[in-house]
């Protein structure tokens, strides 16, 4: 095999050849003075789509997370989320950086929370402790291995903490792959989050952006952070414009990337070499190598069949499918999987 199959993750598709028509036909203008209509088509497609009043684009999802993170919080505030979060093991330390807030972490079954784990841990009104201000989800939980909360798992922990005061904010990082495996409409998560996270760049195929959503006020507040940030973009149209052309397009194919990574760790699990495969629910396959083996020996022995993947841990490999992984990649490395001796 003289090319490689790349399941190291989703951010690595490249625009295909109608987005990038649509990217080179977009109206563009500064945005920093609004005057992007793309951009704010964008924004706006992606508020109305989730019932919440207005978006704010911005490059990276780990810039939407932590400007939300700064919106719902003050210094000697306190963070509550998983210990998988996105926002706590790969941003950097933003939170502490950023926001000046400490994080509470819990450990939910497979990094889902639910409110018996969170209304323990929000901290009583008192000078000794921080205060208890945000509860961050992410849906899929990408350590979780592509675990999707439901709605009506999402509505138990809204009713928390709007009882206790706590602002709610969801890292969406790999949304869309959630309400494709679930079913549930994006319109209903308006009504449960102050923001929401959602990124362009992973399943659905664009190169760059993630937008953030939530009430006017908030996203007022955001724009100016944004700026302080350096994450005020001139004429974004054109990168705006292949988000749009993602959503239009690129949704409903996630369920081919379910269906394909369900494939592999149905092989994976027949293996001498594997332990044990985490269930698929989406586009991640988590899998765990058996004694006797390294992770760094079957990464590689995989390398050597023109297959790419990252191992998570000293024990655990990550395989993710994506628009840039077709049928016949997938029957390639099923095959390869069967033969291969680490």
């Known amino acids: ?121 929000i901290n009583d009104e008192n000078i000794h402790f921080p205060t208890s201000s945000l509860v961050v989800l992410e849906n899929t939980v990408n350590k979780g291995g592509g675990k999707c909360y439901t709605l009506e798992q999402i509505e138990t922990v809204h009713n928390l903490c709007s009882i206790k005061g706590l602002k709610l904010h969801l890292d969406g990082a790999r949304l869309f792959n959630a309400l494709v495996a679930t079913g549930d409409k994006a319109a209903h998560y308006g009504h449960y989050f102050d923001g929401i996270s959602i990124c362009l760049s992973k399943g659905l195929g664009a190169p760059v952006g993630s937008v953030l959503l939530g009430s006017a006020a908030t996203i007022h507040k955001a724009r100016r952070i944004r700026k302080v940030l350096g994450g005020g973009m001139r004429q974004a149209g054109f990168l705006a414009a292949a988000g749009i052309y993602a959503l239009d397009h690129h949704v409903d194919r996630l369920a081919e990337d379910h269906k394909n990574a369900k494939a592999l760790a149905d092989v994976l699990a027949t293996t001498n070499f594997v332990e044990k495969v985490m269930p698929v629910e989406t586009n991640i396959v988590l899998f765990d190598i058996a004694d006797g083996y390294t992770v760094d020996k079957v990464v590689a022995a995989l390398d050597k069949h023109g297959i790419l993947c990252n191992a998570t841990s000293e024990k655990t490999i990550r395989l993710v499918t994506h628009l840039d992984i077709s049928a016949t990649m997938v029957d390639q490395t099923m095959e390869v999987i069967k033969k291969l001796v680490p």
């Open 1 to 121: 095999m003289n090319y490689k199959i790349d399941y190291r993750s989703d951010t690595v598709t490249k625009p295909t050849a109608a987005m990038l028509d649509a990217m080179m036909s977009a109206k563009v203008g500064d945005d920093v003075y609004g005057e992007d209509e793309t951009v704010s088509a964008l924004e706006n497609k992606l508020a109305q789509m989730f019932g919440m009043e207005e978006g704010l684009f911005c490059p990276s999802g780990t810039m939407t997370n932590q400007i939300a993170i700064k919106c719902f919080t003050q210094p000697m505030d306190e963070v509550i989320c998983d210990q998988t979060a996105h926002v706590y093991r790969y941003e950097g330390g933003g939170i502490a950086y950023n926001s000046m807030a400490s994080i509470r972490l819990l450990y939910g079954e497979r990094g889902i929370l639910t409110p018996e784990l969170i209304e323990p841990q």
